[in-house]
């Protein structure tokens, strides 16, 4: 059980927080200073109206009720009112109408307006973060989990936003009214004021020994409620198998526990809701019983007026809710902290691929990789010392076991990672000088398993060159082998394909994505493992598609396949992040190494050095163009 003393440290962090949160965020915050000063304004005239309020009683009782003379600050008042009773009591009913409208009115726009920069400076933040993820390396998302940076754009963002916006101007707004409820108490009798303040430290106990638990118990009844609502999900989502099994009076009776345990943690903060609002009652009561007893001695006395008790007794009455209201802050305030870490967090984090400078032009298209390293983070090297040129127009072909590296080595062409030692250039030039959107649009990628996104065939086309035409589209589709396919559906290229593609098959999918890769028209193209996983036909389909693709450009090919790319120009195998041959397809055969082997195993029969006798059973595909 938390200690009232631990329950202060949080609270007390929790206010750093909201003051961090607020250095932190100051630019986003400062951006709306005239709506942030108005707000502050409407508090400061809330809290001056909240304790002007027991005044015009005060009016009333001493100088309508009991014939005093009227005595305020202005002389001008005191000589216009100050004799006529009925005066007195109309101005002072008057002004009571007046503060309760006004108070009305400033707590209307405090609220409105501080809620508008909180969901303003949100929605800067949230935009702010969606740009700098989609920035970050490749390296970062690799070790962060989707659904943990879905949260924070999410479920953080509004923690946030309910700290900066509830909680801060509450904090202000609470606190002016505690301190001015002091000091006016002090002026107007401190004795008695000093007696008031006795209560107060009983009253922050109570409301820090009961939030503390208050807050455990809601978060359990949240727990069980969440173990409800995933409980019903569960059974609605396999229904078939409950119906198959006869189970559902099983269902009900597990359903029926739950709601019960969800039932009772909801009244344990409720109970404790109503225990700390009973301990509060009575020790403000108590408070208020000795103010009563020793103001009404000090009034006789003549040391304070009837009307003035009145004031203190109404201010004390008050007195609580502020030191609830900040309480509440505080603890949300540390709540929140968590939060706003794991927004700065991700924030605060630079990419290690860092952008150039240089606008790259279109390339010709020579790629040359020397002494290329690479290691993912803190682990055993990826790729060691490799050296390739690719030139102009060649098709080199990456094979080579599992884990070798080649899909690491083809993506460092688009700067998805930055080798740890030696270069990448094309055309002559270090691939890290350009700036990264010139050099993108240089590299055409078609990815192993296609990735497209939820959406209209359309649209993922013309993901490749977002100005494409509808003709130009049709174009790519058709050289893509995909066209056919697309026309045979209702609603042809406005077909909404779900997200990942997964309503098309593994080639239809390979063939849109190609169609995107050939729609971009870049001089380079990257090709990871494009016909994996499918069956001859879809294979020639997609091959055809490919050939058109590589036509006049550089072009990195992995594959697993031999058949893929027996033609292309040079073949590199690639074990253990390193180069341990390369040639022609003839040239490899020949020498009988890793290679020879590699091709033996896929086509046991058709071994040998002469290219003709090697037709492999799945057809043969000329890849690019052999380079001389
Ligand atoms: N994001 C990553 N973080 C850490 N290690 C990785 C990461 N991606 C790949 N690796 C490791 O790097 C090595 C090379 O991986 P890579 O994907 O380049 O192999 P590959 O040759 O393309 O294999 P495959 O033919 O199976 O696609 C592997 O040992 C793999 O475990
Ligand atoms: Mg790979």
Not at 206 to 232: D, H, N, P, W
Not at 305 to 331: C, D
Not at 544 to 562: C, D, F, K, S, W
Request: positive net charge; aromatic residues 8%.
């Amino acid at each position: 059980m938390t200690t009232p003393i631990e329950t202060l440290k949080r609270q007390t962090r929790g206010i750093q927080m909201s003051f961090s949160t607020i250095i932190r965020f100051r630019r986003e915050l400062l951006a709306h200073w005239p709506r942030l000063t108005i707000a502050l304004i409407c508090t400061l005239g809330y809290t001056a109206m909240r304790l002007a309020e027991p005044w015009p009683l005060k009016f009333i009782f001493d100088n309508v009720l009991v014939n005093q003379p009227l005595v305020t600050p202005s002389p001008w008042v005191n000589e216009t009112i100050g004799t006529d009773r009925m005066r007195i009591l109309y101005t002072a009913a008057g002004a009571l109408l007046l503060f309760a409208l006004f108070r009305g009115i400033f707590y209307y726009f405090q609220s409105v307006l501080t809620s508008y920069v909180g969901q303003e400076v949100v929605i800067r933040i949230r935009r702010q973060l969606f740009a700098h993820l989609q920035r970050l390396s490749l390296r970062f998302h690799n070790e962060s989990s989707t659904g943990d940076l879905l949260t924070r754009l999410t479920g953080d963002i509004n923690n946030l936003r309910q700290l900066l916006a509830a909680s801060l101007l509450s904090l202000i707004s609470e606190g002016i009214l505690l301190i001015s409820f002091l000091v006016v108490m002090f002026v107007m009798n401190w004795r008695l004021a000093l007696l008031a303040v006795i209560t107060m430290p009983v009253i922050f106990v109570l409301v820090t020994f009961y939030s503390s638990r208050i807050r455990q118990a809601s978060r359990k009844q949240r727990r069980r409620e969440g173990e409800l609502a995933s409980r019903m999900h569960e059974n609605l989502s396999g229904i078939h198998v409950v119906q198959l099994f006869a189970r559902e009076r099983h269902e009900d009776a597990q359903l029926r526990g739950l709601n019960k345990r969800s039932l009772r943690a909801g009244l344990k903060s409720t109970k404790l809701e109503g225990k700390m609002n009973q301990g509060i009652e009575i020790s403000v009561a108590i408070g208020m019983a000795l103010t009563l007893c020793f103001g009404a001695t000090e009034v006789i006395a003549g040391r304070l007026s009837a009307g003035g008790l009145l004031v203190f007794v109404t201010y004390m009455q008050s007195f609580y809710r502020p030191i609830r209201r900040l309480s509440r802050v505080a603890e949300r305030a540390s709540k929140a902290a968590s939060c706003v870490d794991r927004i700065t967090d991700i924030l605060d984090e630079e990419s290690e691929i860092k952008d150039g400078t240089v606008r790259a032009p279109r390339f010709r298209g020579e790629i040359a990789f020397s002494n290329v390293c690479f290691r993912y983070r803190n682990d055993l090297p990826v790729l060691n010392d490799i050296d390739l040129t690719i030139a102009t127009g060649q098709t080199v072909a990456l094979v080579g076991p599992s884990g070798a590296g080649k899909s690491t080595l083809a993506s460092m062409v688009s700067r998805l990672y930055d080798p740890t030692a030696g270069t990448v250039s094309i055309d002559g030039t270090d691939i890290r000088d350009f700036t990264l959107t010139s050099l993108r649009d240089n590299v055409s990628v078609v990815p192993q398993d296609g990735v497209l996104f939820g959406g209209t065939i359309r649209a993922n086309i013309a993901y490749g060159r977002l100005d494409a035409t509808d003709a130009e589209i049709t174009e790519a589709a058709i050289a893509a082998n995909i066209h056919d396919f697309v026309m045979t559906l209702p609603e042809g290229y406005d077909t909404v394909i779900s997200e990942r593609g997964v309503s098309l098959s593994g080639g239809q999918q390979q063939r849109i994505a190609i169609a995107r890769a050939l729609i971009k028209d870049a001089p380079i193209v990257l090709l990871d493992e494009p016909t994996t996983g499918l069956d001859s036909r879809s294979e020639g389909l997609v091959m055809e598609a490919l050939e058109r693709l590589l036509e006049g450009r550089t072009a990195i090919v992995i594959a697993h396949r031999l058949g893929t790319i027996r033609r292309a120009s040079l073949i590199v195998v690639i074990d253990d992040g390193q180069i341990v041959e390369s040639g022609t397809h003839a040239e490899l055969l020949a020498r009988g190494g890793g290679y020879c082997a590699f091709h033996d195993l896929q086509y046991p029969s058709t071994s040998g050095p002469n290219e003709d006798t090697v037709r492999p059973p799945d057809g043969v595909i000329r890849f690019g163009r052999a380079s001389a």
